[in-house]
């Protein structure tokens, strides 16, 4: 998947996705440069909508890096469905 634009996020760089609930447009994906370093985003009516979740400076352990992501994305998608 290529991503065009989108604020505080490369353009033209590849994203792997990691996590996406069904019934909710926002998908958890991961930066395949390399790094802890994930997004939450979808697309929409402005282009891209992106959150950045950088957990480098905390953690070189990539897979407890990938799990506190991945809690993050569930408390965002219950965050998100709870005001639908």
């Known amino acids: 998947m290529e991503i065009k634009?989108?604020?505080?996020?490369k353009r033209n760089v590849e994203r792997k996705l990691v996590k996406q609930i069904s019934g909710c447009?926002?998908?958890?994906?991961?930066?395949?440069?390399?790094?802890?370093?994930?997004?939450i985003w979808?697309?929409?009516?402005?282009?891209?909508?992106?959150i950045?979740?950088?957990?480098?400076?905390?953690?070189?352990?990539?897979?407890?890096c990938r799990a506190?992501?991945?809690r993050m994305y569930d408390a965002f998608v219950e965050a998100w469905q709870s005001i639908r």
């Open 5 to 9: 634009e989108g604020r505080g996020m």
């Open 25 to 39: 447009p926002w998908g958890l994906y991961q930066g395949v440069v390399g790094g802890c370093y994930f997004f």
């Open 68 to 70: 506190v992501a991945v």
């Open 42 to 50: 979808r697309e929409g009516s402005y282009g891209l909508l992106g």
């Open 52 to 64: 950045q979740i950088g957990l480098g400076d905390v953690s070189r352990n990539f897979f407890q």
